[in-house]
């Protein structure tokens, strides 16, 4: 028996590696699909970081985000890596809405 969740959406794929599901939905017209990547882990990783970094910002390198792959590819982040877009990655690391994949606070 398949596995559906509260808004028929029934399950595809598990991985249980990465938490990554897949689901679909048939509308009557087109399969829709859900893909739903966990994100606490990171979010409460990324908070402890934060509380334990220095706010010290002299030297060549800090480890200033840890965003999932599927952020990253999904809020075109990963396409300004690749073209050097250093405004765009400034303007995304300091906006306060991606704020929870931040390991270290201040303005990079």
Do not use: H, L, N, S
């Given at each position: 028996m398949p596995i559906q969740d509260a808004n028929g959406f029934t399950l595809v794929d598990h991985d249980p590696a990465?938490?990554?599901t897949v689901w679909s939905y048939f509308d009557g017209?087109?399969?829709i699909y859900r893909i739903?990547?966990?994100v606490e882990q990171t979010i409460k990783e990324n908070a402890e970081a934060r509380a334990s970094a220095s706010s010290n910002?002299?030297?060549e390198y800090h480890r200033v985000a840890s965003i999932p792959l599927n952020i990253v590819h999904d809020s075109?982040?990963?396409d300004a890596?690749?073209?050097d877009d250093k405004k765009f990655i400034k303007n995304w690391l300091n906006n306060g809405d991606n704020?929870?994949?931040r390991?270290?606070?201040g303005k990079v």
């Open positions: 990465t938490g990554r017209q087109k399969d739903d990547y966990p910002w002299k030297g075109g982040f990963a890596v690749t073209q704020a929870a994949w390991t270290k606070d």
